[in-house]
Every structure is written in structure tokens, then in C-alpha cells.
């Protein structure tokens, strides 16, 4: 019923940047929570961001200051732009969104992309 679809993943230097951006389509209601996720190698996913409609950003600590979360309502899109990136960034990055479908009364459903992998490396 709905797709999220990720871009913008790639590789870059230490203190490079890098925008991430996430597309959901389907019939949505509306989109009361987006936000991104990543998993390491080894490593248990975790939380980077999210951003509710109308609402403030939640940062992970280690992201604060460096990363910021957008959102075009509009266009059901999500953005990740990052910047000072470094190496204990690489992970494959996930979005996320909870989303609204159905009628007459529309129902939550819990959403992920396919994931774009971002490496930071010299």
C-alpha cells in the first residue's frame, strides 16, 4: 500500500556532506512521523532522526549538529543532510515513516525504504 523510495547514498571523504532523501507514495492519508535510521556492520539499527508533522526534530547525540532532518509535506519527502561526516557514519541508512491510509477511518502503518548505503572513507 505504500512504498518509501531512497536516494542519495554514496561514498565520501571524512568532513564530506551528503544529502539523503525519501519519497513515499501509495494512498497516504497523511504522514504523521518520518524520519531516518541506520544499521553498521555487526551492529543493531538505530534511530538518526525523525521529524513529525508540524513538529521539532529528534537527533540521536552523535549526529547532533551535523545532521538535519527536513521535510516537504507537499511531496511526502524526507531529507537527510549530512554533514562533517565521519567514518563511524557508514551504515546503511533507512527511512522511515508512519503513515496514515484508509478510509473512512485511516489506519497507521509502520513503513521502511530499502535502505542506501553511506560510506565515509580517504
Known amino acids: 500500500q505504500v512504498q518509501l523510495v531512497e536516494s542519495g547514498g554514496g561514498l565520501v571523504q571524512p568532513g564530506g556532506s551528503l544529502r539523503l532523501s525519501c519519497t513515499a507514495s501509495?494512498?497516504?492519508?497523511?504522514?504523521?512521523?518520518m524520519g531516518w535510521y541506520r544499521q553498521a556492520p555487526g551492529k543493531r539499527r538505530e534511530l538518526v532522526a525523525t521529524?513529525?508533522?508540524?513538529?521539532?526534530?529528534n537527533y540521536r547525540d552523535s549526529v547532533k549538529g551535523r545532521f538535519t532532518i527536513s521535510r516537504d509535506n507537499a511531496k511526502n519527502t524526507v531529507y537527510l543532510q549530512m554533514s562533517s561526516l565521519k567514518p563511524e557514519d557508514t551504515a546503511v541508512y533507512y527511512c522511515?515513516?508512519?503513515?496514515?491510509?484508509?478510509?473512512?477511518?485511516?489506519?497507521?502503518?509502520?513503513?521502511w525504504g530499502q535502505g542506501t548505503q553511506v560510506t565515509v572513507s580517504s
Open positions: 521529524l513529525p508533522s508540524g513538529g521539532s526534530p
Open positions: 522511515n515513516a508512519v503513515v496514515l491510509v484508509g478510509t473512512p477511518v485511516p489506519a497507521p502503518i509502520d513503513s
Open positions: 501509495g494512498k497516504i492519508f497523511s504522514i504523521p512521523v
